[in-house]
């Protein structure tokens, strides 16, 4: 009799010991589900405008690197970047297409109004369009941003992704942050938005970073920082 008793009894302590060890995986699991529950819960929507597309290829480098093409590698890289930390991301376009209809009489009109309609919805807390730069001084180099001149906003986000990109470039020469009160996208939308020259396909040396993966994913990466700076700092407390 006493050995079932002593059975019983250290089956008893064995469940007790099971039980426990089950609670506390579980424990973990649930933990680890509302991590991830907290990340997917972020309303904070961007747009990431990838310049250019279809039948607009925008710069041309003297190798024949179209702008639009490493404006929408480095777009994709960002988007994923974004997406990871639980932003909603809005992209203008995901394939090498413009925005404008087919008949269109005005195609490049049509195209940066329905770009800056995805950029001006009320739920929009920043807008990014990507490009690449060129001058006719092939030395020039190094990424630049527009803001709109008469957006507070607007200047604060170009300085926070500049400054980023500066500094993960460990840029030589760095650039001031450049006001416009002429580009379409800029002028139009309501959202604060920056176009980011993200270097100079004029430029040959450059050219070849800026069509080389790991750079695009550096830039992309100088991006989001400065534009995650930015929402942390900012009044409307956009950044979950």
Known sequence: ????????KKNKYCLILALFILSFYLGRGVCALAKNTGKNTNSTVIVIDPGHGGSDPGKISTSGVMEKDVNLSIAMALKQLFENRGFTVVMTRTTDCDLAPDNSKHPKTDDLTKRT?????????V??????????????????????????????LASSVLGALNTSLCVA??????????YFILKKSTSPTVIVECGFLSNPAETLLLTDKNYQDDL???IYIGVTDYLAQSPSGHLQ
């Open 1 to 8: 009799m006493k050995k079932y008793m002593y059975i019983i």
């Open 117 to 125: 309609a995805l950029m001006s919805k009320s739920n929009v807390a």
């Open 127 to 156: 807008s990014i369009s990507i490009h690449q730069n060129s001058f006719e001084d092939n030395s020039s180099c190094g990424p630049q941003v527009f803001y709109y001149e008469a957006s507070d906003a607007g200047k604060e």
């Open 173 to 182: 020469k760095p650039r001031s942050i450049k006001p416009n009160k002429e």
């Open 220 to 222: 992309a990466h100088a």
